[in-house]
C-alpha cells in the first residue's frame, strides 16, 4: 500500500499549521450572550442523575455547555452511523507533550438491525510522524479477543504485527484515551461528564467562566466555539481552560482541546491535548470490508 500520495503530502503540509491556541484557531469572534433561561427538555435530555447536582444548579454558566452538548449529542446518536477524516492530534503523556501525529481514520459505531448487532470498530493509517508513519491500527469490538491488530510501522521494524488490549498499559503510552472511546458521540459524552463534574466542583461559579463564540472556523467550516476557565489553579478541576468547537451544519465537535494551568505565573498556559477532525465525511457507508485484517496482515 502507498502511504503518502502527493496530496497527502500536501495535507499534512496544511494539517502542520493547525494552531494549539484555541484564540489563534478562529478567525472570526462574535460573543454569544448566555441566555437567562434554558428549556426545560434539554436540560433534563444532558442530565442522567439530576438529584447529584446542586441546587440552583441550572443558573450555573455551564448549565449552556451541558444543554448545548447534549443535544448535539442526542442528533449524532440519532443521524450518525459512521465518519471518515484524518485525525490531527497532540497530546502530553507523563508529563511529556508528543509531536503531532495525523491519522487517516474510519469509524463505525454500534448498530442494531432487527436481531443483529453491527460492531463498534475503528481503522487508523498512520500519516505522520515519520517515526510512526505506515503504522495501521485496527480494532473490531468482540473479534480478536478484543484486542487491537497493530502494524507497527515507522523507522523500526515496520512489518511486525501484534495484538494489544486498547487499555493495556502499551497502549496507553501511547494515547491518553483507548480506541474504544474514538467516536464522536463518546467525545461529546466526556463533555458532558465534565460539566456536571465542574458544576458540583464550583456551585457557585467562583471560579468557572464561560464563553460562547459564533463565526469560529476550522478547517474551512463555520463552528460554535465554547471557552471554559477556571482561572484560579485548583487541580479538583482538570483543566484551566478548554476549547470546544462545533459544526453548525454536521452538529458534531471538529475540535478540543485544554490546557493546564502555566508552572509560572504569567507564562502561557500548557496544551494537555488538542483533537482535529480534519475532512470529516459523516455517513461514508462504511462496511466489514472497511475494518477487515487483511488491511492491515496483507501489506509487502
Known amino acids: 500500500m502507498k502511504l503518502l500520495a502527493p496530496s497527502s503530502v500536501l495535507l499534512l503540509g496544511v494539517l ?5 491556541s484555541g484564540e489563534e484557531a478562529t478567525t472570526a469572534h462574535k460573543v454569544l450572550s448566555p441566555s437567562a433561561t434554558l428549556e426545560r427538555p434539554l436540560l433534563r435530555s444532558a442530565l442522567l442523575d ?17 444543554s448545548f452538548v447534549a443535544a448535539h449529542q442526542a442528533f449524532i446518536d440519532e443521524h450518525t ?16 507533550l508528543h509531536d503531532y501525529e495525523y491519522l487517516r481514520t474510519n469509524v463505525r459505531r454500534e448498530q442494531k438491525i432487527g436481531d443483529q448487532t453491527i460492531p463498534f470498530a475503528v481503522y487508523a493509517e498512520f500519516l505522520a510522524p515519520k517515526k510512526l508513519q505506515g503504522r495501521q491500527v485496527l ?27 486498547p487499555t493495556s498499559d502499551a497502549a496507553l503510552r501511547e494515547s491518553r484515551y483507548p480506541i474504544t472511546e474514538l467516536g464522536l458521540s463518546n467525545i461529546v459524552s466526556r463533555l458532558i461528564d465534565q460539566a456536571k463534574h465542574d458544576i458540583v466542583a464550583d456551585p457557585d461559579a467562583k471560579n468557572t467562566e464561560v464563553v460562547f463564540y459564533r463565526n469560529a472556523e476550522i478547517d474551512g467550516r463555520l463552528c460554535t466555539h465554547i471557552r471554559v476557565t477556571h482561572p484560579q489553579e485548583d487541580h479538583v478541576f482538570d483543566f484551566h481552560q478548554a476549547n470546544i468547537y462545533v459544526d453548525d451544519k454536521l452538529h458534531v465537535p471538529l475540535r478540543v482541546e485544554s490546557y493546564t494551568w502555566p508552572k509560572v505565573e504569567g507564562e502561557p498556559a500548557l496544551l494537555m491535548e488538542e483533537y482535529t477532525y480534519m475532512q470529516l465525511k459523516l ?18
Open 139 to 165: 480494532y473490531v469490538a468482540g473479534r480478536n479477543d478484543d484486542k487491537m491488530l497493530v502494524r507497527n510501522g515507522g523507522l523500526r521494524f515496520p512489518h511486525v504485527i501484534v495484538n494489544i488490549s
Open 283 to 300: 455517513n461514508v457507508g462504511l462496511t466489514d470490508r472497511d475494518f477487515a485484517e487483511e488491511l492491515v496482515r496483507d501489506q509487502p
Open 81 to 96: 452511523k459512521d465518519f471518515s477524516c484524518v485525525l490531527a492530534k497532540r497530546e502530553r503523556i507523563n508529563g511529556r
Open 16 to 20: 502542520a499549521a493547525v494552531p494549539a
Open 50 to 66: 439530576s438529584a447529584s447536582l446542586p441546587e440552583k444548579w441550572e443558573t450555573h454558566p455551564l448549565a449552556r455547555t451541558l
